[in-house]
């Protein structure tokens, strides 16, 4: 036992250092003693399914979540394990394995003592030390630049989950985990569901989600699908900037940024802020049919306003640079050679 409890140790800080390394099932010993048996001094964090603990494995740290044996079943289980063995991103946080054990315990019920089945059902996943983006949304000193790189890496992660037929089902700020460099992880597919390559659509007859990043087409249980992900990322995108969910007009949502905005760059930062408000509130759309159809539309929609800005910025560089010597050039003939009209 202590010779398999070892060698368990050793895989998984071997994929720690190896980031190509498939997830696999890690024993229950190995859990329990990297978490402190599961002690409250290495509680990150707690929802109505789990309990997530900081596990210590060499100079490394892992998190351990610990499954409500209550409120998730065995089928829940294998789907959220099967969706997370198929996901490998930079915007999703990293699978490294599961543990799912049954062990026997007398137990009393009734004032006798009995024998019970103590299902324990774990994920270990990567460690991400900044916790999740609800708090940042809070942050009064945030700043664009930083707002806008985590916009594009939800877009980017959502639509990586998209093209592996995984819709996650309850996006929202906080399953959303931020690194150190400030990127974005998605996180927690406990209600994801995965399709097969052919299938676009699922039904469900129960409510999937949260109150408020819950798309109004599931409220009474109805069709599964990606439009439901654009929905929540519509209510995300309008948190970051303005930090609630409630509409506001998009003049006023710039002129709230204007002051905080580089003055070298503001022309440019709310032009990126007036195409992402603009975009999550096509998202937010009652009518599925009005969203824009996928995440990789909404990314290059990002795109294209960054190209356009580049040419725009050379163009005015070069425009500054002709006109402020002798050589003069007429502004719009220089506009036209340069394409920037």
């Not at 990293?94 to 019970?116: H, I, N, P, T, W």
Request: net charge negative; with cysteine.
């Amino acid at each position: 036992m202590e010779r398999k409890a070892s060698t368990a140790r050793s895989d998984l800080e071997q994929m720690l250092a190896d980031e190509t390394a498939e997830p696999k099932a890690l024993p229950l010993s190995l859990l329990q003693d990297i978490t402190g048996d599961f002690s409250d001094d290495q509680q990150i964090g707690s929802g109505g399914f789990a309990v997530v603990y900081k596990g210590i494995i060499g100079n490394r740290a892992v998190a351990v979540k610990r499954l409500s044996n209550a409120l998730m079943d065995e089928t829940e289980f294998h789907r959220e394990v099967q969706c997370l063995m198929r996901v490998k991103h930079k915007n999703v946080v990293r699978f490294l394995g599961y543990c799912a054990d049954r062990q026997g315990s007398m137990e009393k019920f009734d004032k006798k003592l009995v024998m019970a089945d103590v299902h324990e059902r774990l994920l270990c996943f990567e460690y991400i030390p900044k916790g999740s983006l609800d708090k940042y949304i809070m942050d009064a000193s945030r700043e664009w630049r930083t707002c806008y790189k985590i916009i594009k890496g939800i877009c980017e992660g959502l639509q990586y989950l998209h093209e592996n037929h995984i819709v996650h089902l309850d996006l929202k700020p906080a399953n959303i985990l931020l690194d150190d460099s400030m990127t974005p992880k998605l996180t927690d597919f406990g209600l994801s569901r995965c399709f097969d390559e052919n299938q676009s659509q699922d039904i469900t007859k129960t409510i999937i989600g949260t109150m408020g990043y819950l798309v109004p087409e599931l409220r009474e249980g109805g069709v599964i699908a990606r439009s439901a992900d654009l929905y929540s990322l519509g209510v995300i995108i309008i948190e970051i900037l303005t930090g609630q969910k409630g509409h506001q007009a998009t003049d006023d949502v710039i002129e709230s940024w204007s002051e905080r905005l580089e003055r070298s760059q503001q022309d440019t930062l709310c032009e990126q802020i007036r195409v992402c408000y603009e975009t999550a509130l096509e998202c937010r759309d009652f009518d599925p049919k009005k969203r824009p159809t996928s995440a990789l539309n909404i990314i290059d929609r990002l795109r294209e306003m960054e190209t356009t800005q580049v040419y725009q910025n050379f163009g005015n560089l070069c425009i500054a640079f002709f006109t402020s010597g002798s050589l003069q050039i007429p502004l719009e003939s220089l506009r036209w050679k340069l394409g920037t009209i």
